[in-house]
């Protein structure tokens, strides 16, 4: 029975092969005629699509013949870290999505002040309001620094006919 | 060399006109500030940093980031002595000696030789640069497409196979960077490449995204996900922070020796400062007298690497200046500043806009400068920025992360690709691959097409071309032997236990 931690690098490894299959796919699709230098657009991606798989095969390698190389420990404890936390993950992940989601719709302050308050829970707070309220001001600030004196273009908001 | 003189007399004249110096102060101020936050490194730094320079002519926005990098650093190893977290690689061997010194409420006299110990390498080392750069300008003059592609080779294979644990994830980390690096239209037919019809990606992969995406939004997660429970302690800054007498006679001969060890790692494509910074730990704990000392707070052991921390960094301006080739992630997104202003760094940089070549060169001497006299007596504010709690700074260093991708082309695209590339920073720190191999093929593999396409243009398609030109055959075969000799040695001792 092989470990855990053997089966994702694994996973990992023939990840690394399918993106080098995948580069491989578009190079075909690419023209290949090139001027002077005899090579096109499609030499580079070629190339490195190769070089892909072979370090995906490298990878599969050492992954089955007694793992990768030089590894930090697998226990998170030996790391000086907790276990993994999918809630934290989760909480960044949807802060991020959340304000991509919105930020051409609310703008860029208020979906900046729902990143902030997100990623402020994924970190274990747990006064949403504080955090959404520090969150609000740090966008304002941002948002008229960078409107006024930089003129950065950030979005007002489709809502407040932005 | 007077005519190097000259030149470097009106660098100074530009870079000392008060609105650039003044750039060169907001730089310092700016770059300590960010780069005190844990988990920021200088890489990081200047990449969040580099929208407030849109406005600036191209000479105060190159001060400013000389201000910024030098700040960045200060910033990164107050952080490694008072919170034991180091911002990056390079001062890992900072925190061995410097947070066993704060444990034993010596932190003052730790930042203090830190502090010096930089501005002693740092001003070695740019003195060192003034006098290498015109020699290495000469040189590179007589290059061709086939020797820089050569070097831009040596350059991917000896980061791939130098940093992190093995080649294999180093090399594995340059793919990701090269295949991101062919995302959009080829400068040279117009053709476009796996942009998949989006707009946004028509113009290429910004480095800066990549390196936000990679550094920040996948630290954060992986903070998060990882440590963002576990208790800290931040050391208290308590008593003198001069050093004494002794400290001074312990910390000069480790400032200069460190000096001797980063200045030539910093120059060659050796991966940035992990190596230098280590070996001169390494000198530092054999050459001391006190050796019982270290593992308890030797200020030895913190003077060494600080000195070679810096002037590793500021070796890295040589080749990154002279020949346009970044040697660390850093220099990569250094160079992306550069190309933002329309500025190729290079041979022909130092004969059509020496005034900006040598203005830099003037401002690194004059960022020393600023970053003793404000930091040392301002150490207090910046400590106060560690206090944030948790929670609040990772937000807040994720609205501007966000604010600096989004800015690029107003679009929620670039957001979506930035939190891809926090996914892959992600995956990557859990799988112990190293980061910095990717950014460097992302800036470097466009310009090594380039240079490779040209070369074959000169020579109508003749591929023997890189082989009968002498320099760049006997580079192109270092760099072949780099990621070849290891691997062999390691399979031929595999065979010899079987």
Redesign the interface.
């Known amino acids: 029975m092989r470990s855990r931690r053997s089966r994702q690098e694994t996973a990992f490894a023939f990840a690394v092969v399918a993106l080098g299959v995948g580069l491989a796919i578009g190079t075909a699709l690419l023209p290949s005629e090139g001027g002077y230098s005899g090579i096109g657009p499609s030499f580079m991606p070629a190339m490195v699509s190769a070089g892909t798989i072979i370090v995906g095969a490298w990878l599969a390698f050492e992954a089955l013949t007694g793992g990768w190389r030089n590894r930090s420990p697998e226990d998170p404890a030996a790391r000086g870290e907790h276990a993994f936390l999918p809630a934290a993950f989760a909480w960044v992940s949807a802060g991020l999505l959340a304000q991509m989601a919105l930020i051409g719709l609310a703008g860029f302050v208020l979906s900046s002040a729902l990143l902030f308050a997100c990623v402020a829970r994924g970190f274990g707070s747990r006064r949403a309001l504080r955090d959404a309220a520090i969150g609000l001001a740090l966008a304002l600030v941002v948002y008229f620094f960078f409107t006024r004196a930089l003129s950065v273009n950030l979005p007002a908001g489709r809502l407040f006919g932005g | 060399m007077a005519e190097t003189l000259a030149a470097l007399a009106h660098g100074f004249g530009v870079a000392l006109a008060p609105i650039n110096l003044l750039w060169g102060f907001v730089g310092v101020t700016l770059g300590t500030a960010v780069g005190v936050l844990p988990g920021v490194g200088p890489a990081l730094t200047i990449a969040m940093l580099l ?2 320079t ?2 600036l002519e191209p000479v105060g926005a190159m001060i400013m980031f000389a201000g910024i990098y030098y700040g960045a650093m200060f910033g990164g190893s107050t952080t490694s002595i008072l919170l034991n977290t180091p911002g990056e690689s390079a001062t890992i061997a900072t925190t061995l000696e410097g947070n066993q010194m704060a444990k034993r409420g010596r932190a003052g006299p730790a930042l203090a030789t830190s502090a010096i110990g930089s501005f002693v390498a740092g001003t070695l080392a740019t003195v060192a640069l003034t006098l290498l750069a015109p020699q290495i300008v000469e040189l590179a003059l007589m290059f061709g497409p086939a020797e820089y592609f050569a070097l831009m080779v040596l350059a991917f294979t000896t980061v791939a196979a130098v940093l992190g ?2 080649a ?2 180093g ?2 980390s340059l ?1 990701f960077g ?2 991101l690096g ?1 995302v959009g239209i ?1 400068g ?2 117009g ?1 476009a ?2 942009a998949f019809g989006v707009p946004e990606l028509l113009d290429g992969i910004d480095v800066v995204v990549l390196a936000v995406g990679l550094f920040a ?1 996948g630290e ?2 992986y ?8 208790p800290e302690t931040l050391e208290k800054l308590a008593g003198s922070i001069w050093m004494s007498k002794r400290d001074w006679a312990r910390s000069w001969k480790p400032w200069l020796r460190g000096t001797a060890i980063g200045f030539p790692f910093g120059t060659i494509p050796a991966g940035g400062a992990e190596i230098p910074t280590f070996l001169s730990y390494a000198t530092e704990r054999r050459l001391a007298r006190e050796r019982d000392e270290f593992g308890k707070g030797a200020i030895e052991g913190v003077a060494g690497p600080e000195a070679a921390n810096n002037a590793s960094s500021t070796g890295a301006l040589v080749p990154l200046l002279t020949l346009g080739i970044p040697t660390s992630a850093t220099a990569a997104i250094i160079l992306s500043a550069f190309q933002q202003y329309g500025i190729s760094p290079g041979p022909l940089l130092f004969q059509m806009q020496s005034d900006l070549v040598w203005g830099l060169i003037a401002s690194l001497y004059i960022g020393n400068v600023i970053l003793l006299i404000l930091n040392l007596p301002l150490i207090g504010m910046w400590v106060k920025l560690l206090t944030i ?4 700074l ?3 260093i ?3 992360a ?2 600096g991708a ?2 690029l082309h ?1 679009s ?1 695209v670039d ?2 690709i ?2 891809a590339f ?1 996914l892959l920073g ?2 990557m720190r859990s ?2 691959i190293p980061v910095a191999p990717a950014i460097i093929g992302l800036i470097l ?1 466009p310009l090594a ?1 380039v240079q ?6 000169i020579s ?2 003749d591929p023997t071309v890189f082989f009968r030109q002498p320099i760049a055959a006997t580079v192109l075969a270092v760099a072949a032997a780099v990621v070849v000799v290891p691997f062999v040695l390691g399979l031929a001792r595999r065979l010899k236990r079987a």
């Open positions: 929208p407030l849109t406005k644990g093995s294999a994830r090399l594995t793919s090269l295949a062919l080829d040279q037919t053709q490449r796996f939004v954060t997660l903070m998060a996900a990882y440590t963002s429970r576990m709690p948790r929670p609040l990772y937000a807040g994720l609205v501007f966000t604010l989004y800015s107003q929620a957001l979506a930035l939190y926090g992600f995956a799988f112990d593999g097409e490779f396409r040209r070369a074959l243009a109508e398609g």
